[in-house]
């Protein structure tokens, strides 16, 4: 009985109290409850979190950074072990990453077959990423190129910058997603997937914020 209570006292512990925190690190009520650029590409989604940091610089000195993400580009500022194949990502501008355009792939595998697709592009302002994958291959495909697949995950990735009076920058990040089948894809979700991206989204602020300080 006592190993069965600690464990509903641990998972009650972590939905009532740990997993909102995750999900909203660093973001003020305003900007969880505010509707964000590329909410509208998941309208139904069945997942969702709104992180957010301030970082030293302008809007478009932290853009400069931002649009020149990419597996193939700058990799992802983030655990570079992890999602950049173990190369660092850039530590410096580079002029020939300075351009995106609407319906750009960015590549997120070594083999091309997983990338994120720019869904919203204002310069300076927002940058929104969409990744749709099929499973259990994993693999990326377009939407609405074709049908989609009975199992699949479906998601945003939003970088919206807004200015603070001292000269810095706002940068809010928001993620909207939803997945077939659920009864499948909800624990991965909250087992895997919600910890994965606080992980890996709080790695990243710290690294930009690193980045345009030393270039401010």
Known sequence: MLPLAAASTASAFYAMWLRP?????GATEDEIEGAWPGDELVPDCDSSST???TLPAPP???WAWLVQMGGDRAGWYSWDLLDHYGKPSADHLVPEWQSLKVGQRLVADRMGRVWFTVAVLEPDRTLVLR???GLPSGHSFDVPDRPWPQAYMDGVWGFHLRPVPDGG???VVRTRGRSRPR????????L???PSHFIMQARQFHNLRTRVGAEA
């Open 192 to 194: 895997l997937g919600e």
């Open 169 to 171: 920058t706002r940068l």
């Open 21 to 25: 925190r995750l999900l909203t690190w």
């Open 131 to 133: 990744s749709d994958l």
């Open 51 to 53: 992180m957010a940091t």
């Open 60 to 62: 478009e000195a932290v």
């Open 183 to 190: 009864r499948l894809t909800k624990p991965f979700n909250l």
